[in-house]
């Protein structure tokens, strides 16, 4: 397994540093070039963070769904400054929780929270297949979200016939990472980048220049970070053709794998097992089988065999 001599862009922040080592372990060389971060307001939130926390103790939901370890930690944070925090967590201990992976399942379980259901596939589709089984027919459902909305699972879940959802996000995902984001990220573990604006312009002038061979996404919002900058500088349709014809393109699981189709990129490498250790592999592996194709379509180039018209 081995990633000599190619270029690896990593536009992820919060375990950029982890990624670049994985690649560099490989031979790779790491480009890391951040495309998000978050922005949280911890001390002053918005009134309807607040609202959300309130309906929570007074235990008006049935289940409760948690995006993120990050929001889990975000919300205890704000629950703990309004002098609601054990009472959150009292209330939490009652009712369905859910979390959408094992990251949300460790932190609530550092409050003494246990988790009910995990999906079996860590994206909101995933959580609204496991819901419906279940039976939402008359129940109120929380939701705190990642630092964007999927409206989606909301308007599907009140088709299955839940009387209520009630939704709050305690961060935002942007091209900043404030003080109390940079907090968040730390508290979590997270080794992070920092995003830079200028640090993506350049990313995309050398994917443009064909001077990255790989690049990968580890979230839907760096997928997102990354075309928006495009777009604001008119350099969105060249990146997507050079995205589809010289690069390889790297998902870490099926939210992000969409995110990239939804902007008209062709997705090649997504591995079986949705982290970031298991993407790298799988991004090996493409780059073997496909470095045995061309030898193989060499060594037939003076042969006159009907298998040459399989080669690329």
């Given at each position: 397994m081995s990633l000599t001599g190619l270029t690896i862009a990593i536009t992820g922040s919060r375990r950029g540093y982890e990624l670049s080592r994985i690649v560099?372990?490989?031979?790779?060389?790491?480009?890391?070039?951040?495309?998000?971060?978050?922005?949280?307001?911890?001390?002053?939130?918005?009134?309807?963070?607040?609202?959300?926390?309130?309906?929570?103790?007074?235990?008006?939901?049935?289940?409760?769904?948690?995006?993120?370890g990050p929001g889990v930690l975000s919300l205890m944070s704000i629950a703990k400054s309004y002098g609601m925090e054990e009472d959150l967590i009292a209330a939490l201990q009652k009712v369905n929780v859910v979390a959408r992976s094992t990251k949300p399942q460790m932190v609530l379980k550092k409050y003494g929270i246990g988790t009910h259901l995990i999906p079996h596939e860590s994206t909101a589709k995933g959580i609204l297949k496991l819901l419906k089984n279940i039976g939402m027919q008359g129940r109120t459902i929380g939701i705190l979200w990642h630092g964007g909305y999927q409206m989606q699972l909301r308007e599907e879940l009140y088709r299955s016939g839940a009387a209520n959802v009630i939704e709050a996000s305690t961060y935002q995902y942007s091209f900043e990472l404030n003080n109390d984001g940079a907090s968040i990220l730390t508290s979590m573990g997270f080794n992070y980048v920092v995003p830079k604006?200028?640090?993506?312009?350049?990313?995309?002038?050398d994917i443009i220049a064909g001077r990255i061979d790989v690049i990968t996404f580890t979230s839907p919002p760096s997928v997102h970070g990354l075309f928006k900058i495009a777009n604001i500088n008119h350099t969105i349709g060249s990146l997507r053709d050079s995205l589809n014809t010289n690069v390889i393109v790297a998902a870490v699981g099926p939210s992000t794998?969409?995110?990239?189709?939804?902007?008209?990129?062709?997705?090649?490498?997504?591995?079986?097992?949705?982290k970031?250790?298991?993407?790298?592999?799988?991004?090996?592996?493409?780059?073997?089988?496909?470095?045995?194709?061309?030898?193989?379509?060499?060594?037939?180039?003076?042969?006159?065999?009907?298998?040459?018209?399989?080669?690329?």
């Amino acid at each position: 397994m081995s990633l000599t001599g190619l270029t690896i862009a990593i536009t992820g922040s919060r375990r950029g540093y982890e990624l670049s080592r994985i690649v560099k372990n490989l031979g790779g060389r790491p480009y890391v070039a951040p495309t998000v971060g978050i922005e949280a307001d911890l001390k002053t939130p918005d009134n309807a963070i607040v609202e959300f926390v309130k309906r929570i103790t007074k235990q008006d939901v049935d289940y409760m769904i948690f995006m993120t370890g990050p929001g889990v930690l975000s919300l205890m944070s704000i629950a703990k400054s309004y002098g609601m925090e054990e009472d959150l967590i009292a209330a939490l201990q009652k009712v369905n929780v859910v979390a959408r992976s094992t990251k949300p399942q460790m932190v609530l379980k550092k409050y003494g929270i246990g988790t009910h259901l995990i999906p079996h596939e860590s994206t909101a589709k995933g959580i609204l297949k496991l819901l419906k089984n279940i039976g939402m027919q008359g129940r109120t459902i929380g939701i705190l979200w990642h630092g964007g909305y999927q409206m989606q699972l909301r308007e599907e879940l009140y088709r299955s016939g839940a009387a209520n959802v009630i939704e709050a996000s305690t961060y935002q995902y942007s091209f900043e990472l404030n003080n109390d984001g940079a907090s968040i990220l730390t508290s979590m573990g997270f080794n992070y980048v920092v995003p830079k604006l200028g640090t993506v312009i350049q990313l995309i002038g050398d994917i443009i220049a064909g001077r990255i061979d790989v690049i990968t996404f580890t979230s839907p919002p760096s997928v997102h970070g990354l075309f928006k900058i495009a777009n604001i500088n008119h350099t969105i349709g060249s990146l997507r053709d050079s995205l589809n014809t010289n690069v390889i393109v790297a998902a870490v699981g099926p939210s992000t794998e969409e995110a990239i189709k939804e902007n008209k990129v062709v997705v090649d490498v997504i591995p079986q097992i949705y982290k970031m250790g298991a993407m790298v592999k799988s991004i090996s592996d493409y780059v073997s089988l496909n470095n045995l194709k061309k030898k193989q379509c060499q060594e037939l180039e003076s042969i006159d065999m009907e298998e040459k018209n399989l080669c690329p």
